[in-house]
Every structure is written in structure tokens, then in C-alpha cells.
């Protein structure tokens, strides 16, 4: 069964870090590109990230870019995103994504396999 599984949300005061993991398995992430996306409360869901499978490029939306980094191991199958000087902002339930062709596009229509999410709040 393919399936993407992320861990590491959680409540955190703004300005502290997190960091984000998302396990495949049934499939290798090899030909994959991954990404993240985040949908809010009330908002649509949004792009955040991606990791090619290739050369491993890097891509962010700017609401984010100097503060996350997205990573991947590709010998433990798993994907990262590490956040860090997190806002209110941020808040949101954060899904890992994989995507092939790997393009690392930011529609997520074009993303293949979702995992169910992981909720990130920031609170003071």
C-alpha cells in the first residue's frame, strides 16, 4: 500500500522551531519530487515546498523562504521540513506530497500520493 505519513506538528510559541518528517512506504521517493503544502483554517490549501529528486534543488514560496528548509533521505525513504522563526501565521495542518513526473510544481493537482497531516500551531 503507498503511503506517506508525517509526524513532528505540534504546538509551539512563536519564534521557536519545528521540524517536520514524512515516511514513505510501498514506494521509493527516488522518482519522486516532494513537496509540502499547508492549508489553514478557512483557507484554501497552499504550496510551501519542494525537494527534486534529481539534484536536489530546493524550491519555497515566499512566505516562508529564510525559515524553512526542506530536506530529504532518500535511504530512509523520509522527507523533512524544518521550521524555524515560526509565526502565527504558520498555523495550519501541513501535508507532505509526492509528485511524478518530479516537475516540483506548486499545484497540487499534480501531486500523486498525500499523507493525512500533521497540525502545526503557533501560540503564545
Known amino acids: 500500500q503507498l503511503q506517506l505519513v508525517e509526524s513532528g506538528g505540534g504546538l509551539v510559541q512563536p519564534g521557536g522551531s519545528l521540524r517536520l518528517s514524512c515516511a514513505a512506504s510501498g514506494f521509493t521517493m527516488d522518482y519522486y519530487a516532494e513537496g509540502w503544502f499547508r492549508q489553514a483554517p478557512g483557507k484554501e490549501r497552499e504550496w510551501v515546498s519542494c525537494?527534486?529528486?534529481?539534484?536536489?534543488?530546493?524550491y519555497y514560496a515566499d512566505s516562508v523562504k529564510g525559515r524553512f528548509t526542506i530536506s530529504r533521505d532518500n535511504a530512509k525513504n523520509t522527507v523533512y521540513l524544518q521550521m524555524n522563526s515560526l509565526k502565527l501565521e504558520d498555523t495550519a495542518v501541513y501535508y507532505c506530497?509526492?509528485?511524478?513526473?518530479?516537475?516540483?510544481?506548486?499545484?497540487?493537482?499534480?501531486?500523486?500520493?498525500w499523507g493525512q497531516g500533521t497540525q502545526v500551531t503557533v501560540s503564545s
Open positions: 525537494i527534486s529528486n534529481s539534484d536536489g534543488s530546493t
Open positions: 506530497a509526492g509528485e511524478f513526473p518530479p516537475l516540483c510544481t506548486t499545484v497540487q493537482e499534480d501531486y500523486d500520493y
